[in-house]
């Protein structure tokens, strides 16, 4: 069965430092989303994007994070600047349609630790 | 705007012993609802969905929940639990007008913890 993956499992950064982490949607979804859970907390959605262009992003989704789709196949979240409050786990989920009724496929996520 | 609330953050059961997991919502909309299933170190699972076609919905694993308006409920249920059935379980609802882009508001999540 098609399946998200999300690359690295686990990345440890400085605080400051730049982080990119990647994603491979289903190869026939046209929809990408971010969500990130802090630990202890809700999972909360942070951006989606479709056409090459974000469609919607949350409070979260400030100047310091963007996404990308740099080829056909993997779909990117950059962080340019990590803080500590970044540390959380980054889900990558992908749909082929966005209608409310239309499920969203989760990647296993990566999980960022900011220190 | 539609949120959700589950109930207990911990609920824990006996093998065989029946599985029920709260989930409230609230929307100014007919909502459209989700159970998804993060077993550990893997991503979030779409156990079932609610989409108005019908109120009582099965999913997978032998979970099923009941969309109850009257109540703004949408608890899930399981006759019989099974160890492999520990996991955390997240309601979430879709707040995304039709046709645009959806998004998926989840509620804090309710760790299952099945024992012999």
């Known amino acids: 069965e098609p399946e998200v993956t999300q690359t690295p499992s686990h990345q440890v950064t400085q605080m400051g430092q730049e982080v990119i982490l990647r994603c491979v949607p289903i190869?026939?979804?046209?929809?990408f989303y971010w969500y990130r859970q802090i630990l202890g907390q809700k999972v909360e959605f942070l951006v989606s994007?479709?056409?090459?262009?974000?469609?919607?992003k949350s409070e979260i989704f400030d100047d310091q994070f963007s996404v990308e789709r740099p080829d056909g196949s993997n779909f990117t979240l950059k962080i340019r600047s990590t803080k500590l409050e970044d540390s959380a786990m980054y889900f990558c989920?992908?749909?082929?349609?966005?209608?409310?009724?239309?499920?969203?496929?989760f990647g296993p996520g990566t999980r960022l630790t900011v220190l | 705007a539609q949120s959700v609330t589950q109930l207990g953050s911990h609920v824990s059961v006996s093998e065989g012993a029946l599985v029920l997991l709260r989930c409230n919502y609230s929307?100014?909309?007919?909502?459209?609802l989700f159970w998804y299933v993060q077993y550990p170190n893997q991503g979030l699972q779409l156990l079932l969905k609610?989409?108005?076609?019908?109120?009582l919905v099965k999913g997978i694993n032998g979970f099923e929940a009941e969309f109850k308006k009257s109540e703004t409920s949408f608890h899930l249920t399981k006759p019989s639990a099974h160890m492999s059935d520990a996991a955390e379980y997240f309601c979430?609802?879709?707040?995304?007008?039709?046709?645009?882009?959806?998004?998926?508001?989840f509620g804090a999540g309710t760790r299952l913890a099945v024992h012999p």
């Open positions: 994007f479709y056409n090459n262009e974000i469609s919607e």
């Open positions: 609610y989409t108005s076609a019908a109120t």
């Open positions: 979430a609802v879709s707040d995304g007008v039709s046709g645009g882009y959806n998004k998926l508001i």
């Open positions: 929307s100014s909309v007919p909502p459209y």
């Open positions: 989920a992908s749909s082929q349609a966005a209608r409310n009724t239309d499920t969203q496929y």
């Open positions: 190869s026939n979804h046209l929809y």
